[in-house]
């Protein structure tokens, strides 16, 4: 059974930095690529970065290149988003994501979801 628990999430002020982890279970990651996700209230999930499985390429959603780094750890089953420079159009509930050989920004892509961490920026 594949779980997936992300933690890292919280209240910060605008400008501000967070660093988003998930680590996964049931699987080893070196097979899938890996996916952040997020949702605000009131609107569709949006895509917002990837890791590849093959040579660990990541790629991301225009909303936050530049800002938001991701990375993954296969030795440790884990996947990590890093988040400067935070406004509020970025609080939403973030989700990573796997089950899919190739990155791309389909939720219908990742057969796995974590349950989210809440990401709340406000001063």
């Known amino acids: 059974q594949v779980q997936l628990v992300e933690s890292g999430g919280g209240l910060v002020q605008p400008g501000g930095s967070l660093r988003l982890s998930c680590r996964t279970s049931?699987?080893?990651?070196?097979?899938?690529?890996i996916a952040w996700f997020r949702q605000a209230p009131g609107k569709e999930r949006e895509w917002v970065a990837c890791v590849s499985s093959s040579d660990n390429s990541a790629y991301y959603g225009n909303s936050v290149k530049g800002r938001f780094i991701m990375s993954r750890d296969n030795g440790n089953n884990a996947a990590y988003l890093q988040m400067n420079n935070l406004n509020a159009e970025d609080t939403a509930v973030y989700y990573c994501?796997?089950?899919?050989?190739?990155?791309?920004?389909?939720?219908?892509?990742?057969?796995?979801w974590g349950q989210g961490t809440q990401v709340t920026v406000s001063s």
């Open positions: 049931g699987t080893t990651l070196d097979y899938y690529a």
């Open positions: 994501a796997t089950g899919s050989r190739f990155c791309g920004a389909g939720s219908g892509l990742y057969g796995y």
